[in-house]
């Protein structure tokens, strides 16, 4: 199974844009990204996803460079309500099952 | 607007009980997983399941067992309760396959407390 490796925790100031990264460097042809967060005590809430090109929805953007070895989840405009512990994870080829790692834990600060 | 619902929020059982944690979902998703969640190590699959009746072993099935009598419905069962099973326990559901679109929802977990 392919593995992520994020940056254990971040900081950013409300209103910038939020850029947490994310290695998955043993990623396969037909596995797809998977972000999600989790706000405290509740349970982890999609993001986004995407296989190749980049994408963006009303929450975020995700790029996913060329050689799909990493990805960068861009959260626009930070607001405090953006603070939380963000996975990033690769889907298993052929199931759905998603593996989640430790996450990166961002602190959004006035 | 609950989708996913898990019976209990807070939970304190006794070293070697039989514990029960129950998963209910209103989306007819196909799909159903257990997850525990421990500080330092992220969320760790116990049992998922892509059928009625049908179960499969995720990273940490040992000393967990589940039961799936119904689409809507996904059980985990402590067998014999152990001190280190205390944990916050996450159930989600999700689509079949690569209809994936959204991936999953998730429940608000069951904090179990084993003394």
């Known amino acids: 199974d392919a593995k992520t490796t994020q940056p254990t925790s971040m900081d950013c100031a409300e209103g910038r844009a939020a850029n947490l990264p994310c290695n998955h460097s043993?990623?396969?042809?037909?596995?797809?990204v998977y972000w999600y967060r989790q706000i405290h005590s509740q349970g982890p809430q999609y993001i986004i996803h995407g296989l190749k090109n980049n994408e963006t929805n009303e929450m975020a953007s995700l790029i996913i460079t060329e050689d799909r070895k990493s990805s960068t989840l861009i959260l626009p405009h930070a607001t405090l309500r953006d603070t939380a512990v963000y996975y990033c994870i690769v889907r298993v080829y052929n199931t759905d099952k998603l593996i989640f790692g430790t996450g990166t834990r961002l602190q959004v600060f006035p | 607007d609950v989708k996913v619902t898990q019976s209990s929020r807070y939970l304190v059982k006794r070293t070697g009980e039989k514990v029960f944690l129950e998963c209910v979902q209103d989306?007819?998703?196909?799909?159903m997983f257990w997850y525990r969640q421990d500080p330092g190590l992220g969320l760790r699959l116990i049992y998922f399941s892509y059928d009625v009746k049908m179960k499969e072993k995720g990273d940490i099935p040992e000393g967990y067992s589940v039961s799936r009598e119904k689409k809507e419905r996904f059980s985990l069962i402590l067998e014999s309760a152990s001190t280190n099973q205390t944990s916050m326990y996450l159930c989600?559901?999700?689509?079949?396959?690569?209809?994936?679109?959204?991936?999953?929802?998730f429940g608000s977990g069951t904090r179990l407390t084993v003394v």
């Open positions: 043993t990623i396969s042809g037909n596995e797809y």
């Open positions: 989306m007819d998703h196909e799909n």
């Open positions: 989600a559901s999700s689509v079949r396959g690569f209809r994936l679109n959204y991936g999953y929802t």
